[in-house]
């Protein structure tokens, strides 16, 4: 014969279901209240609503320096020393017109990283570029203006070429890119490519700019140069390319008449 307790629904194990019964419910209620505080006032809610986003910080890098990625070199801003180099030049692993070792294929490192992302990620949209110019020393700068002045004249040469120590190529931060089969290299043809429409809509996302702009002549002193990216970093050239801005009228310095 069983014994009387063991039976279900026996009065000490009813007692026992109602007891666990009850500290379920106490328990449930604990973290209903618990869940409802933290929705409340939880980690998901900010203080205070945010909505408009904070100035862009135009003093991050000095614009004087000649190694800063912000540095501002034109006619009227030269480079210091006049005859700088800078000390961390390579070759970027990417399409060359002339040998690796040659000093014009180096760029900045910085510079030579964002160029190789920028080549790389243009060759997935299925087009290809090559490194035309990068890196031209103070001396190499003084017998390319010279022999642009023999060719065409001063008044031409100084339109389309810097005098030494106020060329952007001598702080290895700007290249000359060119498609890779040799279409309209440095030319102004350059813009209607292919290559040349990928790159004004994409340059900015690896930190480069279009220096020389249709239509700001005067106020970068140089006529329209397509071909012509200058690596600043991808916060600037984002920045710039949102407001339309050269670097002179961004950061607000003097324009530079183009017959200056
Ligand atoms: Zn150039």
């Known amino acids: 014969m069983q014994d009387e307790t063991n039976l279900p629904g026996a009065p000490k194990h009813r007692a026992r279901r109602i007891l666990i019964g ?23 809610q900010p203080a205070t609503a945010s909505t408009t986003p904070p100035a862009f910080n135009k003093k991050q890098y000095s614009l004087d320096k000649s190694s800063s990625i912000w540095v501002v070199v034109n006619k009227g801003r030269a480079l210091a020393p006049i005859d700088y180099a800078p000390t961390n030049l390579m070759a970027p692993n990417v399409p ?61 040469a100084n339109r389309e070429s810097a005098h030494a120590g106020h060329s952007e190529h001598q702080t290895g931060l700007a290249a000359d890119v ?9 030319q102004q043809c350059f813009a209607n490519t292919a290559e040349g429409k990928w790159l004004v809509i994409n340059a900015a996302t690896f930190g480069f700019v279009i220096r020389y702009q249709a239509g700001k002549e005067n106020v970068t002193g140089y006529e329209y140069e397509p071909w012509h990216i200058r690596f600043v970093g991808q916060a600037l050239a984002s920045e710039l390319k949102k407001t339309g801005q050269t670097m002179e009228e961004f950061f607000s310095l003097p324009a530079i008449p183009l017959d200056s």
């Open 178 to 186: 060119a498609p890779a089969d040799g279409r309209c290299v440095v």
């Open 22 to 44: 009850l500290i379920v419910l106490g328990l449930l209620g604990v973290g209903g209240y618990v869940l409802t505080h933290q929705s409340k006032k939880g980690p998901h």
């Open 96 to 156: 060359l017109r002339l040998p690796k070792t040659d000093p014009e294929m180096q760029m900045n490192a910085d510079a030579a990283h964002a160029l190789e992302s920028l080549f790389a990620a243009a060759q997935a949209d299925g087009l290809k570029f090559k490194l035309s110019s990068g890196y031209r020393s103070y001396k190499e700068q003084i017998a390319l203006f010279s022999q642009y002045a023999a060719q065409q004249g001063q008044a031409s």
